[in-house]
Structures are given as structure tokens and as C-alpha cells.
Nanobody, 116 residues
Framework: HVQLVESGGGSVQPGGSLRLSCAAS????????MSWYRQAPGKEREMVAT????????YYADSMKGRFTISRDNAKNTVYLQMNSLKPEDTAVYYC?????????WGQGTLVTVSS
């Protein structure tokens, strides 16, 4: 099955931007719907954004609409999350998920810290 490796996390000031990447390997990337989730300290993991196989259909959590953009490059087996206008409440570990039928795989997560 697919293996996922996230990158691009770090520290940024409020109002700043970051782009997360999730590189997939080990299986046919286009089999999978890809999503970003996040988990803040002391909170449950929540869905951030989802993009379907061809990239034509995307969904966002309400609090991320207009600030975050999910995209995928099927030629590079990579999904991205562009995050703009970051807020302190966006601080979390961000996880990449691949899902195809009953198969679900997660990356190890990348930490995003938004602080002045």
C-alpha cells in the first residue's frame, strides 16, 4: 500500500503562509482520495481539506475556506496544502491521509506553529 511523507511544516507569524507537501510512494497515487487533517494540542483530529483522484473535486472545513487550498500533482505523486492568513489557532500537527475503499494510510505528521 501507499506510504506517505509530509514536509513543509515550521513556525510562522500570524498572517503568514506555509505550503505543506505530502509525497506518496508504493502504490498508484491516482487510486487514492487525499486529505489533510490536523490535530491541535488537547483536541481531536479534524479534517482540513480533501481532494479526489483527478483533482477536480475538493472539500474544505468551514474554518479553512478561503485561506487554505488543497491541490495534487499526480505526475509527482504529491498532494499540497497551501495555507495563507495563518492564525494562532491553526497551530497543530498536520497529517496527510490517503484513502481508497477500505484502505486508509496516514503520514507521520508535520508540525505547524503560528505565533508572534
Amino acid at each position: 500500500h501507499v506510504q506517505l511523507v509530509e514536509s513543509g511544516g515550521g513556525s510562522v507569524q500570524p498572517g503568514g503562509s506555509l505550503r505543506l507537501s505530502c509525497a506518496a510512494s508504493g502504490d498508484t497515487f491516482t487510486r487514492y482520495t487525499m486529505s489533510w487533517y490536523r490535530q491541535a494540542p488537547g483536541k481531536e483530529r479534524e479534517m482540513v481539506a480533501t481532494i479526489f483522484n483527478t483533482g477536480n473535486t475538493r472539500y474544505y472545513a468551514d474554518s479553512m475556506k478561503g485561506r487554505f487550498t488543497i491541490s495534487r500533482d499526480n505526475a509527482k505523486n504529491t498532494v499540497y496544502l497551501q495555507m495563507n492568513s495563518l492564525k494562532p489557532e491553526d497551530t497543530a500537527v498536520y497529517y496527510c491521509q490517503a484513502k481508497s475503499g477500505y484502505v486508509e494510510r496516514w503520514g507521520q505528521g508535520t508540525l505547524v506553529t503560528v505565533s508572534s
